[in-house]
């Protein structure tokens, strides 16, 4: 005896109920998928990711040889062509600016700018023109032949006294380097002097 149509129906309508039921069973307990929004590693040819930027070390000491950003930045403060690279002409413009040639960022920007000082030619005798006295510091001499004053007072010369002899002029805070010699002491000692407490005689 044939099935009738309503029975088919029901048939049907039961067997499409079981696939469903067998599918969400099967797909509830599954795994959730993962996405990997992790950056391209080593290697990869993906080229739109940007480097991150490196910080200036502002108080970098910079001189002839130095590069990077710390070189561009002191370069940008003194007006010149910012390529990053301390050569002989960055060196000079620092050296015209504050008297020194290796300095950084930070120093520059508090270090005053070169005092100009009308010049007392070398092998000049020199007096004291205070009222308080030449003061002259002690001098050091590096391996490369260069002078640094100690900072230590070696002398005070009282007003219209000798001084000494100007051996070379350092621009960088108006100071001179003379040849002087102590009271009742023949050997001549090296120090330096602020332009103002001098004149020549």
Sequence with gaps: MKPTKPQNTSLYVGLA???????????RNKEPEVVNDLPPGPGTNNTSSVPPKTAINFDKTLSVGSRGLEVEKLQTLMGITA??????????????LKGVKQISVNQFSKT?????????????RVMSNTTVGAKIFGAFKKIDGSLYSSG??????????????????????????????NDGDPITKIGFVRASEIEKY
């Excluded at 109920?17 to 797909?27: D, E, I, S, W």
């Excluded at 390529?83 to 015209?96: C, M, W, Y």
């Excluded at 230590?152 to 002087?180: D, E, H, M, P």
């Design 17 to 27: 109920l079981l696939v469903g039921v067998g599918a969400y069973a099967t797909t």
């Design 83 to 96: 390529d990053g690279v301390f050569g002989p002409q960055t060196e000079a413009k620092l050296f015209s």
């Design 112 to 124: 005053p700018n070169v005092v100009r000082i009308t010049m007392i030619p070398v092998g000049s």
């Design 152 to 181: 230590v007072l070696r002398k005070t010369v009282r007003y219209g006294q000798n001084v000494g002899i100007i051996k070379s002029v350092l621009t960088a805070n108006g100071f001179y380097v003379v040849y002087y010699t």
